[in-house]
């Protein structure tokens, strides 16, 4: 089975990617690599990464956020999907691991379109300017409030703010289950639920990940 809150079977998940998904080549090879290294699985999954290119690509995003880069792969499919022009500012505290993302959007041909600041993500967003079209959050789960709140600021009515991870695993629902994390994801998806500045959508998919459409 693979890890996730809808756990396809290993046969069906494989078949979601091979006929439901289109990768470059370098997306594969990053994903690929992303895997073999020490957190590789804070990585979001193909389908997921080709999810948040079509909603780029449907609300003609020029401007875009991501909090929490990793290695670089949900950054290089916003990229590949912004058109000539557009931009994605990413927020990241790792040098090590943005390096990895750094030849890999080159390779593709979109470190132009990229912004990398190594801060912490709130300094960044504090000086940011708006108005941007789409938002990615996936860092540290307890600032996941403050993050949205920031982005719901920056973010244009009829853009899109995505979060990561609002299934956790299923710990959203086991009340055994006391971490730090999963407290501050529940909060955060029963805050979220009430906030009539947006629509809401909570997608199945991978860890599971939360539409916000700002009205």
């Given at each position: 089975m693979t890890r996730g809150p809808i756990d396809l079977p290993k046969?069906?998940?494989?078949?979601?990617?091979a006929t439901g998904v289109r990768e470059t080549a370098v997306q594969r090879r990053l994903r690929l690599l992303t895997r073999r290294i020490p957190m590789g699985t804070m990585q979001i999954g193909p389908e997921q990464a080709a999810l948040m290119q079509i909603l780029v690509r449907a609300i003609g995003a020029r401007r875009c956020i991501e909090i929490g880069t990793f290695t670089g792969y949900s950054s290089l499919a916003v990229a590949l999907a912004l058109p000539p022009g557009g931009r994605i500012v990413c927020c990241d505290v790792s040098e090590e691991w943005t390096a990895v993302a750094r030849k890999h959007w080159?390779?593709?041909?979109?470190?132009?379109?990229?912004r990398l600041k190594l801060a912490p993500a709130l300094d960044t967003l504090k000086k940011l300017k708006g108005p941007f079209d789409f938002a990615f959050i996936d860092a540290d789960k307890t600032n996941y409030q403050k993050y949205y709140e920031r982005c719901l600021k920056l973010v244009r009515r009829g853009g899109i703010i995505a979060i990561d991870n609002t299934l956790w695993h299923g710990r959203v629902i086991d009340k055994r289950e006391r971490s730090a994390d999963t407290?501050?994801?529940?909060?955060?998806?029963?805050?979220?639920?009430?906030?009539?500045?947006?629509?809401?959508?909570?997608?199945?998919?991978?860890?599971?990940?939360?539409?916000?459409f700002k009205r």
């Open positions: 046969r069906l998940a494989a078949y979601v990617v080159a390779l593709a041909g979109v470190a132009g379109k990229i407290l501050a994801i529940r909060a955060f998806n029963k805050r979220l639920h009430r906030d009539r500045r947006v629509e809401v959508s909570l997608v199945p998919i991978g860890d599971g990940v939360t539409l916000a």
